[in-house]
């Protein structure tokens, strides 16, 4: 039997999560960095909005300099998430709110993948060639990022993670 959603009150937290994602990260701020290829020397896009665009550049011209920089190896983090994340983000969404099983697994393939990225790109901006200058502000602002993965791998532990064990669903047999 599916637990309900009203039951499953900690879920809220990651369909907030991936609905933000879905909505504003991915095909906002990451979306930008594969739409302006230069951002020293561009014209606004139609997408996305030109008010976004200016805050992800302050961000990086402020805090973050690989965000700038745009390595390939970068780029291909931003793919991998406007390609594959963003569509199960959406699924994601659906799957917690109507408490469905099959979104086990690429919970699972997504916490790996978004550990490995971010990890990746924390080393970068650490020891790589364009180092963020407030190392620990980039790491905070990237936490809920770091963080997740692990609370969907926790979440995801059992074989049905979104019904009732069979053993609790089960009435307690009547003794005399």
């Given at each position: ?17 991936f ?29 996305p ?34 390609i ?56 905070a ?24 064990p ?11």
């Amino acid at each position: 039997m599916t637990v309900p959603l009203r039951a499953r009150r900690y879920d809220l937290f990651f369909i907030a999560f991936f609905t933000v994602n879905a909505l504003l990260i991915t095909y906002i701020v990451d979306l930008e960095q594969i739409v302006v290829r230069d951002p020293a020397n561009f014209d606004y896009p139609v997408w996305p909005p030109s008010g976004a665009i200016d805050l992800v550049h302050w961000w990086g011209n402020h805090y973050d300099p690989l965000l700038m920089a745009r390595p390939p190896f970068w780029q291909m983090t931003i793919w991998i998430d406007l390609i594959f994340f963003g569509p199960f983000y959406f699924f994601a969404v659906y799957a917690f709110i109507r408490g469905r099983d099959w979104i086990k697994v690429p919970a699972l393939v997504w916490s790996g993948t978004m550990l490995a990225n971010v990890l990746i790109i924390l080393m970068d901006e650490r020891y790589g060639v364009t180092p963020a200058p407030n190392f620990a502000l980039v790491v905070a602002a990237n936490a809920m990022w770091l963080i997740t993965p692990f609370l969907m791998m926790w979440r995801m532990r059992r074989e049905h993670p979104f019904t009732v064990p069979a053993a609790a669903a089960e009435p307690a047999p009547v003794t005399a």
